[in-house]
C-alpha cells in the first residue's frame, strides 16, 4: 500500500486540492500536479520512480524522432515497444520464465527475485498507447517531456487505472477549465468509490479470505463445499467492488481538477453473455487490446481460422497482463474459448431465449473463471474445484459455514444489490421525487451534499483501526 488510506484522504489528497485551489495558471497547476504524482508514487519505492520516468523518457524521445524523421517512424514505434515491453518483461516475468524453466529442466538453480514496480502494467500501456497513436497521427508528440511525465504519472491512476490514452486527455492537460458542477460530481464519485472499497469490498474480502486459504492447502482441503461457494461468491462480489472503487475514485478525482476519463466499468454482473461480460468490465484493457492488437492484426477481417488465432493472442495476452503466472493465462484462455463459442453460434441462440437465461450463464461462467483467477497455486486450484463437489473427503457444510451466512446475510444482499444499478435506479427516481415536491427547500441539493457526507463518515469509521485493507489491483 503506497499511503494508508486516511493519510491519504485527509492529508495528501486534501493538501494537493488546497494548493491546486491557490494556483491560477494552467503551467502551474501542472506542475503541482507532477510534484504531487511523484511523491504519491516514490513513496511506495523510490527506485521504482527512475523505472517511471526512464519508460517515459524513451516515450517522450521515440515519438518526437518519429514526427521529425517521418521516413523512419516504424523503426523508433518498434524501438519504443521493445524497450517498453522489454523492461516491464523484466520486471514482471523474469522469475515466471525462469521458474518455468527450472521446473521442467532443473535449470537455472537460482531464480532472481525481481520485487514488480506498482502499476507498472498500467503505465506501461499507457505509454504504448501513446506512441502508436503518434506514429498513427491521431495525437502529435509532445515537446515538452514534464509534460508527458505528468501524464504517465498522474496519482489519480497510475498504480491502479484506468488505463487513460493521451488523446483522451491531451486538451485537459492545456486547457482544462475547473467547473463546480463537475466538482460536485468528483467528490461524489470519489465518496461512492470510497465506500465502495472501504465498506463492501473491504467486507467481501474478510469472508472470502476465511474460507479461501490461499496460503495451506491442506486448510484448504478440509473447507466444507458449501464454505467454498461462499468463499468464491465473496470473492467475485470483492474483486469487481474493489477494482471499480479504484476507478470510481480516479474519475472522481480527476473531475475535481478538470480531467475526464472514461468509464471502466459498466456493471459487468448483469451481463447476458461473455462477450457483454467484457464490453462492460475493465472497459479500457479490453479497448486497448481490441484497438491495438486485434484490430491491428486484421481482427475478423481475414476469415474464421484468422479471427480465432488473433483472439487467441489477444487473451493470451490479457491473461499475462493480470499476473505473471500460469494461472492467469489459464483464466485468459478459458474467456477466448466462451468468446470463440459464441461469436461461432452461441450469441444467436441467447438472443433468441429469455434474457434471464444468458444472465444465469454469463454469472456460472464469470464465477468459475474467478476461481481460475484467484489461486497461482494450481494444486490449490485443483483443491478448490473439487471442494466445490465435496470430492476432498471434505463435508458439504459445517457449523463456521453456517454461522458466517447467517452473521452476515444482510451485508451480503446489500453487497449483491450494490454490483447491480439497482442504487442508480433508486437515486434517479428520488431525485424526480424531489424535484416534484415544491415545500421542500432545495431538496435536490440537500440529498446531493448529505450523500457523500454520510458515505465519507461511513467509510471513515470502517477505515479507522481496521489493518486489513487489501489492495488487489496494486500487483499489476
Known sequence: MVFSSLFFIYFFLALNLF???????????????????????????PRYLILLIAMTLISWSMALAMERYNDHRKVFLILACVLELGLLGIFKYTGFILGSLQAATGFPEVIPQIALPIGISFYTFQLLSYVIDVYRGEVRAQKKF??????????????????????????????????????????KRFCVGLAKKAILANGCA??????????????????????LWLGMLCFMLQIYLDFSAYSDMAIGMGLMIGFHYKENFNYPYIASSITDFWRRWHISLSTFFRDYVYIPLGGSRKGTGRMILNLFIVWFLTGMWHGASWNYILWGLYFFVFLVIEKQFLLKHLSAIPKFVGHIYALVIIYFGWILFKFEDLTALGTVFKGLFGLNGNNIFDLQTGLMFENNIFFLIFAVIAVT?????????????????????????AYEIILPVVLLILSTMALVGNSYNPFLYFQF
Not at 491502479?160 to 477549465?177: C, L, N, Q, S, W
Request: charged fraction near 20%; charge should be positive.
Open 19 to 45: 494548493i491546486y485551489s491557490r494556483a491560477h495558471k494552467i503551467t502551474t497547476k501542472n506542475v503541482i500536479m507532477l510534484i504531487f504524482s511523484l511523491v504519491f508514487y516514490s513513496w511506495g519505492g
Open 146 to 187: 514534464w509534460l508527458l511525465l505528468l501524464y504517465a504519472s498522474l496519482f489519480h491512476q497510475c498504480i491502479a487505472g484506468p488505463i487513460v490514452r493521451y488523446k483522451d486527455v491531451e486538451r485537459d492537460i492545456h486547457h482544462r477549465i475547473i467547473k463546480i458542477n463537475e466538482v460536485n460530481q468528483g467528490i
Open 206 to 227: 474478510a469472508i472470502a479470505d476465511t474460507f479461501l486459504i490461499t496460503n495451506d492447502v491442506r486448510a484448504l482441503a478440509n473447507v466444507s463445499a458449501l464454505g
Open 421 to 445: 444499478p439497482f442504487f442508480k435506479w433508486i437515486r434517479q427516481r428520488l431525485i424526480q421525487w424531489f424535484k416534484k415536491r415544491k415545500d421542500i427547500p432545495y431538496p435536490i441539493y
